[in-house]
């Protein structure tokens, strides 16, 4: 069973920047895709960036725009999303998720989950 912790939010001013760590408890985390999703109350849980096994490929949804870089670093067993040019909308529960499929946008592709972290961006 792989454990995964996010960290990294908090609150920030609009225009900000933030960088959310996901934390893998073993080294089988290094093999498989993982992506971050985010959620707020009454809204069902999105889609927000992907990264293969590898870290040779990265997938976006569009609101991203630039903004965000997904990036991993295996020998810390951590995948990373930097968050930039925050907007209020961007306020959410940010959680990351391990399976199978690089980028699928689909909650059940997912196997483990993280407990999430919040991110608040203030206007």
């Known amino acids: 069973q792989v454990q995964l912790e996010e960290s990294g939010g908090g609150l920030v001013q609009a225009g900000g920047s933030l960088r959310l760590s996901c934390a893998g408890s073993?080294?089988?985390?290094?093999?498989?895709?993982v992506s971050w999703f985010r959620q707020t109350p009454g809204k069902e849980r999105e889609f927000v960036a992907g990264?293969?096994?590898?870290?040779?490929?990265?997938y976006y949804a569009d609101f991203v725009e630039g903004r965000f870089t997904v990036s991993r670093d295996n020998a810390e067993n951590t995948v990373y999303l930097q968050m930039n040019s925050l907007k209020p909308e961007d306020t959410a529960v940010y959680y990351c998720?391990?399976?199978?499929?690089?980028?699928?946008?689909?909650?059940?592709?997912?196997?483990?989950w993280g407990q999430g972290t919040q991110v608040t961006v203030s206007s």
């Open positions: 998720a391990l399976g199978p499929v690089a980028g699928s946008t689909r909650l059940d592709h997912y196997v483990y």
């Open positions: 073993q080294r089988t985390f290094n093999t498989y895709p």
């Open positions: 990264i293969n096994g590898s870290g040779g490929r990265t």
